[in-house]
């Protein structure tokens, strides 16, 4: 089936560093690519999302770039506040219409960044 | 906008009891979602519906039921909760079944005795 590993569980940074969270998916088709990101006390909201080979997403200064070839979705932002202190998730839809939305998600990484 | 209520914010439960976990939506969306937030585990779909009255298992509908009682709600019982369980269940819904856009509730947290 489909997967989705962020390689990186927890990340603590200080504020103006550069931030990469690693995002590797496995799926069947052409799969649509998302970060989310959960502040403390708050549902996942969507950060971003890419659907083809070479696209880049962004908002908020994180971006990420699809790249079908190695199946991977890096999550980047040049420097870091200690308001982006969260959670974030990659994930995947897996374009099967019939299936409904559903999305799978990578296991998160908790971002904590030093003032 | 819209919002995605979803009651109690907190549950507490004692071992062996069923527990309802209710999910309320304003945005006229058709599908509607339970996953379970695991740390380190991600979010896991438990059950879906495409539409009124439509259920779709997920990945862990195991030990859950669910019910689309009308386009806005989506209820989801814990059949028998187990001893010293700790979720969060984040309920989402999105505009339809191919808009794979989610927008999620902020979760109810279940603590079992």
């Known amino acids: 089936g489909d997967s989705v590993t962020q390689t990186e569980g927890q990340v603590a940074l200080s504020e103006e560093d550069f931030l990469t969270i690693h995002c590797n998916y496995s799926?069947?088709?052409?799969?649509?690519l998302f970060w989310y990101v959960q502040y403390p006390g708050e549902g996942p909201q969507l950060l971003f999302r890419?659907?083809?080979?070479?696209e880049k997403g962004s908002s908020r200064g994180f971006e990420a770039t699809y790249d079908k070839g190695t199946t991977s979705f890096h999550l980047r932002k040049a420097s870091v506040q200690e308001s982006d202190s969260a959670v974030y998730y990659c994930a995947l839809s897996a374009g099967n219409n019939n299936a409904g939305a559903k999305l799978t998600f990578g296991g998160g990484t908790r971002l904590t960044v030093r003032p | 906008g819209g919002i995605i209520t979803q009651t109690p914010k907190f549950l507490i439960g004692q071992e062996g009891q069923k527990l309802t976990l209710k999910c309320q939506q304003n945005?006229?969306?058709?599908?509607m979602y339970w996953y379970r937030q695991d740390s380190g585990k991600g979010l896991r779909l438990i059950y879906y519906s495409i539409t009124e009255n439509d259920l779709q298992k997920g990945d862990l509908s195991e030990g859950y039921d669910a019910s689309r009682e009308k386009k806005s709600s989506f209820s989801l019982t814990v059949t028998s909760a187990q001893k010293n369980e700790m979720a969060v269940f984040l309920c989402a819904s999105s505009m339809t079944k191919s808009q794979n856009t989610l927008y999620f509730g902020a979760g109810t947290r279940l603590s079992v005795l």
């Open positions: 799926a069947s088709g052409y799969p649509t």
């Open positions: 890419a659907s083809r080979d070479k």
């Open positions: 945005f006229n969306h058709d599908t």
